[in-house]
């Protein structure tokens, strides 16, 4: 439950209060693809959003490790791709282990989710990762989507990026891709769609006679331009749609490694890392004439780990994305006047490779949602951290209140100090 403010009144003069966001998309993408929270966990996640005036929740709903919501034309991407054999995923020393693990959202389950949010005036952003990040669909339909089908295949046990990805020169493939998205758009109805993109392994279209004839017949020698090409149809495919139907599409920056002519020029890419630093990928865009969304791996992904104390939690990171170094990051920092106007927004983003309960997401999310929040809402210059930290003290009640599981560090005089948060 949200924080009841009406447990509490005050009163004010007459005053005049000029308000506004800096920007307009004001992001926070959950990663359930590697691991499952449910209903009830995203609809709190949605209080917290709206809380903090946050109002595009970017939900990642496919991943290597799991395929998280019911496609009625293909019911094994949820009877095969949302099932594994673990629980915990398998990294460098650790191994998987052997527990069954599922979960995924019925339709029924995403229009209330949709509603929720909509009630809340935050718009549901939906990623279908394709054609990389596969590997639980791959397994799912291998005659449609692998490479070589004749291999076994099964729902990834590990972190990491898998080679197994969808042969994008496969028509049948190609036709599967945008069923799905036909039954995406009536359910999520903002007129934005996440493709991915990112990571994609070009290992097994170069090994593919496929795929290589489908790259000489476009002309190229990049494999990467395999990715684009298939894009090209899908957004072919939802150009000819009713414009009530019709959307535009995200990705992440990867896609500027191929021929982004084939792709529409509406197209907006979130900028997080690859060859180059975030803001460089941002501006990339923004100079092509792309919209950009800025959601920097480092610090805005609030999965990683916010403190090198040695209690704190396995998570990916070395505890340098704390609090301070959240806020501390300034958005659009350097962009040419002349193409400020490209920028959307900024982003928060939360890969579960290493969270598995809704304990350990609350822990990790809060404070430091409320410092992208802050960045994504108030003027640079009327930003100072010392302020900040001070202010954040007050959320505790509301935390309290709500249920959240929150990271104490900020809320003692030394968050450096393991005796001074256990004593609090």
Same mark, same amino acid.
């Given at each position: ?22 920007? =307009? ?38 991943? +290597? ?34 527990? +069954?693990?599922? =979960? ?21 952003? *939906?990623?279908? +990762? ?72 070009? +290992? ?108 704190? @939690?396995?998570?990916?990171?070395? =505890? ?46 809060? *404070? ?10 108030? *003027? ?16 505790? @009640? ?9 990271? *104490? ?16």
């Amino acid at each position: 439950m949200p924080y009841d403010v009406s447990r509490s009144s005050a009163s004010l003069p007459f005053v005049t209060i000029v308000d506004k966001p800096r920007f =307009g998309w004001r992001g926070f993408m959950l990663d359930e693809g590697r691991h499952f929270f449910g209903k009830d966990e995203v609809k709190k996640v949605l209080d917290m959003m709206a809380a903090h005036k946050m109002n595009r929740f970017h939900w990642h709903l496919t991943e +290597d490790q799991g395929w998280r919501i019911e496609i009625k034309q293909y019911p094994l991407l949820t009877q095969v791709g949302a099932k594994r054999k673990s629980k915990s995923l398998g990294w460098a020393q650790l191994e998987p282990d052997t527990l +069954d693990y599922d =979960g995924f959202y019925t339709q029924d389950d995403i229009r209330e989710i949709v509603a929720y949010a909509k009630d809340r005036f935050i718009h549901i952003v *939906p990623e279908i +990762d394709i054609p990389g990040h596969t590997q639980a669909a791959v397994a799912s339909y291998p005659e449609i989507l692998a490479c070589d089908p004749e291999k076994p295949h099964e729902v990834w046990r590990y972190q990491g990026v898998s080679t197994d990805v969808m042969n994008v020169s496969n028509p049948a493939a190609v036709k599967m891709s945008t069923d799905i998205i036909d039954e995406l758009i009536p359910l999520f109805p903002f007129p934005y769609l996440h493709l991915g993109g990112d990571e994609c392994p070009t +290992d097994k279209w170069e090994q593919n006679s496929q795929c290589r004839a489908q790259l000489d017949s476009i002309g190229s020698d990049n494999f990467r331009d395999l990715q684009l090409n298939f894009y090209r149809q899908i957004a072919a495919h939802i150009a000819a749609k009713p414009k009530s139907e019709q959307r535009h599409l995200i990705f992440w920056n990867e896609v500027l490694h191929g021929n982004t002519d084939m792709l529409p020029s509406d197209i907006t890419i979130m900028a997080w890392i690859g060859k180059q630093p975030a803001e460089k990928a941002a501006m990339e865009a923004a100079r092509r004439g792309m919209n950009a969304i800025l959601t920097p791996q480092i610090p805005y992904y609030i999965n990683r780990r916010q403190s090198k104390l040695a209690t704190e @939690p396995v998570s990916q990171g070395a =505890g340098t994305e704390n609090l301070e170094a959240v806020y501390n990051y300034v958005p659009m920092n350097g962009v040419p006047a002349e193409l400020a106007d490209k920028y959307m927004g900024i982003q928060a983003n939360f890969w579960s490779e290493y969270v598995i309960t809704p304990e350990f997401l609350e822990y990790l999310m809060m *404070p430091r949602l409320s410092a992208v929040a802050e960045a994504a809402w108030t *003027p640079q210059e009327c930003r100072d951290y010392t302020d900040f930290r001070n202010r954040i003290r007050t959320l505790k @009640p509301m935390l309290d209140a709500a249920g959240w599981n929150y990271a *104490p560090h900020e809320f003692v005089n030394d968050p450096d100090n393991q005796s001074a948060i256990d004593a609090d």
